[in-house]
């Protein structure tokens, strides 16, 4: 993929990484929906509620006991680290125009995931690492990375079929994919009856899924922001249809992993559990970052389609303030 000025975009990731870290570690724009959570692993000890935490999170929260004495902004700042330095390095090294993935990122994943879901946030740059590992089939090292990711947060597992997923099927079925998601939605399957009766002989798993899945809450999967996403989505695949040659196999597999996300959405929504639903969209829809880039440098007028690309996540970072209130 063409790459431009890369050494001026590594000063600009550099700099926001400077900026961005003490945002964070010091909560500047005020306590997160999650803050209280966190609290009370580190302050409290709760115990209980650790059970269920990955074993990553578990040995930073132990390493930020020994070292900082359980200092709240140590830990967050240490999760700052890791999570902004892993996407940057991602940008920098797959992403054909890095500025605009990091212009991206400040008006969705920055508050969504580094500042709120700290876990997921470096869960989901390692997936970012991974991805060429998919397209070019190095198993091996893909799995690696993965299994790297879930030590961060249970998420990532999904990220296992995904390999086999992407790998089998022609764009044609991911085309199609999430208006099936769409149809099984309609057809209000009983879905949850038949993941807890697969569980049922596995209490961890069971424990696990009821104190981790969420409150139950219909979901409307019709709302402005997700036929927002279905139409890029669309608008997405017209463009790979007219200039199909001009795609490579990795940009091809970003928008299928794009068709994944959406599915998963209108999949998991029939369960009317919105941290399942919208926790697998959100985790899955980070690889817009270096799609949305590939595919604006087919345009000739590069800017044109990025000031749209733009504008549509200030839209989609107001909903994140406003609806889902991240910062509460």
């Keep these: 993929m063409k790459r431009i000025s890369l050494d001026y975009n590594l000063l600009l990731l550099t700099f926001a990484f400077l900026v961005l870290v003490p945002l964070v570690g010091f909560r500047m724009f005020g306590l997160d929906a999650d803050y209280f959570n966190y609290y009370d692993l580190i302050i409290l000890k709760n115990k209980l509620d ?95 990375k993965i299994v790297v990711a879930c030590l961060f947060h249970w998420t990532a597992l999904i990220l296992i079929p995904v390999y086999f997923i992407i790998r089998k099927f022609s764009i044609q079925f991911f085309l199609v994919l999430p208006f099936v998601g769409i149809a099984v939605y309609l057809s209000k399957i009983n879905i949850e009856s038949l993941i807890v009766k697969s569980i049922q002989d596995y209490p961890a798993l069971v424990f696990y899924y009821m104190s981790h899945s969420g409150h139950n809450s219909a979901i409307n999967i019709f709302n402005m922001i997700n036929l927002a996403f279905l139409g890029l989505f669309v608008g997405i695949y017209v463009i790979i249809s007219m200039e199909r040659e001009e795609f490579t196999k990795v940009e091809l597999d970003l928008f299928k992993i794009f068709s994944l996300s959406l599915f998963s959405f209108y999949f998991f929504a029939i369960l009317n559990k919105p941290v399942i639903a919208f926790r697998l969209f959100e985790y899955l829809n980070i690889v817009l970052l270096l799609l949305i880039p590939s595919i604006v440098l087919k345009f000739k007028q590069w800017y044109l389609p990025s000031i749209f690309f733009i504008a549509f996540f200030m839209v989609y970072f107001y909903h994140l303030i406003v609806n889902v209130r991240v910062i509460p």
């Excluded at 900082?68 to 390095?89: E, H, M, Q, R």
């Design 50 to 144: 650790l059970i269920t935490k990955e074993f990553g999170f578990r040995v930073l929260l132990s390493f930020n006991s020994l070292v900082f004495n359980d200092s709240i902004a140590a830990f967050f700042l240490t999760f700052a680290v890791l999570g902004i330095s892993i996407k940057f390095y991602a940008f920098s090294k797959f992403s054909p125009m890095p500025l605009l993935s990091l212009v991206l990122y400040l008006f969705s994943y920055f508050l969504l995931h580094d500042y709120t879901q700290i876990r997921a946030g470096v869960s989901a740059g390692i997936f970012l690492l991974a991805i060429n590992d998919l397209s070019e089939g190095n198993r091996s090292t893909y799995l690696k």
